[in-house]
Every structure is written in structure tokens, then in C-alpha cells.
């Protein structure tokens, strides 16, 4: 019995023995074997893995020899992904192609790690790029990463073995990612650092344009390329590059400057040619009389080009005598021929300032020698202000009339309150300040003063019109038509007799005697009296004729003396 149980295998014993008998089934399943080939059908190689069975790998899938055909035989040793122990055939589950894979994989995996670059064709087109063949192991290369500039044909590419650059590997996922463009960027700043080795300031090369944009042109000096920018490439002002240069040109250019840092290199051509602002002070001196063309109009200014490459600026405050604030595309246009004057320059900023209007006759010196101080002009009235009207004059100059100049009596307030615009008015020219462009005229002067002179004198009779009758007196002008005086007599003043000092006495229009009782020239002032007009009347009848002792009464007297004035009369 003991004999017969030591014969028996265990349970433990069985799964031992099966574990040796597949060689760790668990272990080698999606790992790449070695295998050995113990028979060739028509279309297939049969492998035996060292498992006591064997798999089938498509004779396809060893690839091409040296006739068009593998070159397998038996006994050969390969090696084959295993994907399965036994099917359902009880093969096992074997590819070449997968081991062909995995072996890509792997040493893609170590050059990606290195920064190298791999081997690979391009062999063919999905959505968004095109498929690369890396030795076994396809990858990905995105439109964008083919050139550096957009292909618009790929077909020489296909099939081509290059260079590609590995940007992202994942492996869970199957998924890389190449790029050939960052092999030839690389390639090309290696040449650009060696080109620019090369070159050095102020050298004078040849070169072709190869690209021309709003700024500037791009010049290929062979291999790498300048910016030509726009101002460089004359002394003259040039709107667009493409009004001195066209694609394909060749052009001698001198290099200007060199960035190590990021290797750009500026050009420039007008550098080859003489600096027309060497001399300028001497060609341009202040005050010369130049005629320019416009070249180009700012909200401050016009620029007008004296020569090639000279230009200077009119600021718009020296546009124009008369027009001022108004935008200089309203004054002059581009491409105009215009006299100019030089009012300054400056080499070392390259600067020239030009005067239009100094080119032309000063208005207020045309106005003053046309019309002295003291003559009558005729204008329109432009505008009346709160100082003054303004009367445009000749040449479209205006001339002021201030307030206190309208008239002689009436305030200026109340004067100017007469006058319209647009109206046509007589002035006499008072002033002419040519530097501070200003006229001073007057309306008040074409009459004469009134008060200038001895036309006025304390104690003087003189007869008066009532204009106005108020409560506190009435409102009376006198004197010549031309230059009028007013007056107001107060209500204590209307007569010697109390019971006469109504002012509702006189009415608007009547014509009274009244003596000047004062002449105040400096207030243009005069006080009149009717009631002391009056008592030198009497004075004057009781001297003629009576005394205090010749028993007349005062009536007799007064009657005689009014007798004698009317006979007069």
C-alpha cells in the first residue's frame, strides 16, 4: 500500500510538470522568441518555438531577398512575436511582422532617448499629414512638419528614405510622431551660423530678391538671407518696396549689421550711394526761396522734397497767412509744386523746416501799405463778439472793431447791438500790427470827437432836443448831426421855479435852451441846466433893464427883456 501511494502524482507534481512542459506560458506570450523553421509549404514557414508545438508565419512576411523571393530554409533560426500558445488548432499563434515591430519599437525607443535622428520613407497620405515607414514601425508626420516652407507636391518625397526627427513616442498607444522639417531647420541654422561666419560689416555683396513685403525686401545672399528694409534702400522716400525692386532682381547691397544672437542681417543699398544731406546747410541756407514738390500730408504738416533723398517739413502753422486750424490736405496736395522758404536747418537731425507762406505777400503788409493809418476802408461784418465786431477786409484778413470805438456816446454794449452780419459798415483804420497780424479799426472815428477841442464850454448856451422823458428827468442830444452829443437834465434843473420842475412838462422831441454847467473830457461827460440858463437870463434883463431901487417889478423887467429877444429873433 505505502508502494502504491508514492507512485501516485500529486496535484502539485502535475501543475510543476505542466509549467515545464510549456516553458512558461504566461511569460513568453506578446514577447518576440526565437524560433526555428522545420518545414517550407508554398505560402507558409512553419516555426517550432520550443513549445512542443508549432506556428505558421506567411512566407511574405520575411520580406524580399536578393531574387525577389525569401531566402529561407530549413533549420534557419528567426525570430517571431509570439501572440498565442495554442489556437483552437492547437498552433501556436506566431508573426514575423509583429517581431519586425517590436524590434523597431525598441530601438526607436533608444534613438529617441539619444536625440537622434532615424531613417524612414514616406509611404503614405492620412487625414492631416502622411504615414512614415521606420523600419518596421509606422509613424506619423504632420503637414506642417514635411518643410520648412509649404510643399504643395509631396510626390518626390514618397518613397524616399531620409532623415526624420522623433517628437513623440508612445508605445501603450502604438502612436509616433516624426518631423522632417525640424532635421532641415537644423540643418540650415548649422549652414546659416557658418554662412554667417562669413560675412562681416560693411561688406558689399550680390544678391537676389527672393521676397518683398510691405516693410521691406528679403535678399538670399546665397544661402541666407537679409532684410532690406524700406528706408534703406534709397535716400528718397519710397511708399512700398515694390516701386524699387520686383521678385528675381539682383541687387548689390552692403551689410549694415550683423545680430550674432539671432543671426539676422540688415542691408542696406542707398549706403552705396552719397549722402545727399552732406552739405545741406550750404546748399539750403535760411531764408532761400526753393520750389519743392509735395511728397506726402500729416495733420501737422506737408512734406516737400527738395532733391533726392532731401525733404523738408511746412509745419501747418507756416501753411498759410489767413487759414488757420484747417487740415493741411485743404491747403496743398501731394504731388504739387509749390515755392517754399527755409526758415531752418538742422544736419545732425536731417531736418529742414519750410515756410509756404513766407513764400508769399504778407497780407497785413499789403493791407497797410494799400491802407495807412487814418484811411476809411469798407467790410463785412463777419461776427460781433462780446469785445468787438469783426469785419472782413482784403485778402481774406480781418479787422477788429472794439467795443469802445462804435460810438461816442452810446455804450458799447448798446452800439453793437445795431449791426448784423453780413452787413456792409465804414471804419477807419486806427492800427497795423504786422507781427502780431492784427488790424484795429473804428466806426466812432468817421465822425469826429465831439468832445476834442473847445466845441463845448462851462457856461455856453446850447439848444437841445428831448430824446427821452423819465420820472427823475429828461434824456436830451445836442450838437452836430455828425457827432452827436447826450445829455441828461436832471428834474431840479428843469426850471428856477419849483412848481415848473416837471419833467412831464416837455415831451419827446421838443427843443429846449439849456446852459453847460460842467465839461468833463476825460468821463466824455457834459451836465446841462435849464434852470441856470434861466437865472443868468434874469441876471442879465435886471441889470439892462432895471435895479433893486427903480420900483419895476420883476415881471416889467423880465417882459421887456423877453420883448427886446424876440424883436431879435
Known amino acids: 500500500m505505502a508502494d502504491d501511494a508514492g507512485l501516485k502524482p500529486s496535484r502539485y507534481d502535475f501543475a510543476t510538470l505542466l509549467n515545464e512542459s510549456l516553458g512558461g506560458r504566461d511569460f513568453m506570450e506578446g514577447q518576440v522568441v526565437k524560433g526555428t523553421i522545420v518545414g517550407l509549404e508554398k505560402d507558409f514557414a512553419i516555426i517550432d518555438v520550443g513549445l512542443k508545438t508549432e506556428g505558421r508565419v506567411s512566407i511574405k512576411e520575411f520580406g524580399a531577398g536578393d531574387e525577389g523571393k525569401p531566402q529561407l530554409a530549413v533549420g534557419d533560426t528567426v525570430e517571431v512575436f509570439l501572440e498565442r500558445v495554442e489556437n483552437a488548432l492547437g498552433e501556436a499563434v506566431i508573426s514575423r511582422e509583429k517581431a519586425r515591430r517590436e524590434e523597431a519599437w525598441t530601438r526607436l525607443e533608444g534613438v529617441h532617448a539619444r536625440n537622434e535622428p532615424v531613417m524612414g520613407a514616406i509611404v503614405g497620405r492620412v487625414k492631416g499629414g502622411f504615414t512614415v515607414d521606420l523600419g518596421g514601425a509606422s509613424a506619423f508626420l504632420p503637414g506642417s512638419q514635411v518643410d520648412i516652407r509649404p510643399v504643395r507636391d509631396v510626390g518626390p518625397l514618397m518613397g524616399k528614405e531620409q532623415p526624420f526627427a522623433i517628437l513623440k513616442m508612445d508605445r501603450p498607444r502604438g502612436n509616433i510622431v516624426v518631423s522632417r522639417r525640424a532635421i532641415l531647420e537644423e540643418a540650415r541654422a548649422e549652414q546659416r551660423t557658418e554662412l554667417v561666419g562669413q560675412l562681416q560689416e560693411g561688406e558689399i555683396r550680390e544678391g537676389v530678391v527672393k521676397n518683398i513685403t510691405d516693410y521691406g525686401a528679403f535678399v538670399d545672399l546665397g544661402g541666407i538671407d537679409g532684410l532690406l528694409h524700406v528706408t534703406d534702400m534709397s535716400w528718397k522716400r519710397v511708399n512700398h518696396p515694390s516701386q524699387v525692386l520686383a521678385v528675381g532682381d539682383t541687387v548689390r547691397v552692403q551689410i549694415v549689421k550683423i545680430n550674432p544672437d539671432t543671426q539676422r542681417i540688415s542691408l542696406g543699398m542707398k549706403q552705396l550711394q552719397s549722402d545727399p544731406w552732406d552739405g545741406v546747410e550750404a546748399k539750403y541756407p535760411m531764408g532761400a526761396r526753393l520750389t519743392g514738390r509735395i511728397t506726402n500730408i500729416t495733420d501737422y504738416g506737408a512734406f516737400v522734397e527738395l532733391e533726392a533723398g532731401v525733404e523738408g517739413l511746412v509745419h501747418v502753422s507756416e501753411m498759410s497767412w489767413t487759414k488757420k486750424n484747417v487740415h493741411p490736405g485743404k491747403i496743398v496736395s501731394t504731388s504739387q509744386e509749390v515755392d517754399v522758404v527755409v526758415l531752418d536747418v538742422d544736419p545732425s537731425k536731417r ?14 503788409e499789403a493791407f497797410l501799405a494799400a ?33 469802445s ?148 417889478s420883476l415881471g416889467d423887467i423880465l417882459g421887456a427883456a423877453l420883448r427886446e429877444k424876440a424883436q431879435k429873433d
Open 351 to 364: 531736418r529742414v523746416s519750410l515756410g509756404l507762406k513766407q513764400a508769399m505777400d504778407n497780407p497785413w
Open 371 to 403: 491802407h495807412p493809418v487814418g484811411s476809411t476802408v469798407e467790410g463785412e461784418v463777419k461776427n460781433a463778439t462780446e469785445f468787438g465786431l469783426f469785419l472782413g477786409l482784403d485778402n481774406d484778413i480781418d479787422g477788429m472793431v472794439h467795443l
Open 405 to 552: 470805438d462804435i460810438d461816442w456816446n452810446v455804450p458799447g454794449e448798446e452800439a453793437i447791438t445795431r449791426y448784423h452780419k453780413g452787413e456792409m459798415v465804414k471804419a477807419r483804420v486806427l492800427d497795423v500790427d504786422v507781427e502780431k497780424e492784427r488790424i484795429s479799426l473804428g466806426i466812432k472815428q468817421l465822425a469826429g470827437d465831439p468832445m476834442s477841442g473847445d466845441a463845448f464850454r462851462k457856461g455856453q448856451t446850447v439848444t437841445v432836443t428831448v430824446t427821452e422823458v423819465t420820472s427823475g428827468g429828461i434824456e436830451v442830444r445836442f450838437g452836430e448831426d455828425d457827432a452827436p452829443m447826450s445829455a441828461f437834465i436832471r428834474k431840479s434843473d428843469l426850471s428856477r421855479d419849483r412848481a415848473d420842475q416837471r419833467p412831464e412838462r416837455f415831451a419827446v422831441g421838443d427843443r429846449v435852451d439849456a446852459q453847460i454847467t460842467l465839461v468833463d473830457k476825460a468821463a466824455r461827460r457834459v451836465s446841462l441846466s435849464i434852470k441856470a440858463l434861466e437865472m443868468v437870463e434874469e441876471k442879465e434883463a435886471i441889470e439892462k433893464f432895471g435895479s433893486s431901487d427903480s420900483g419895476a
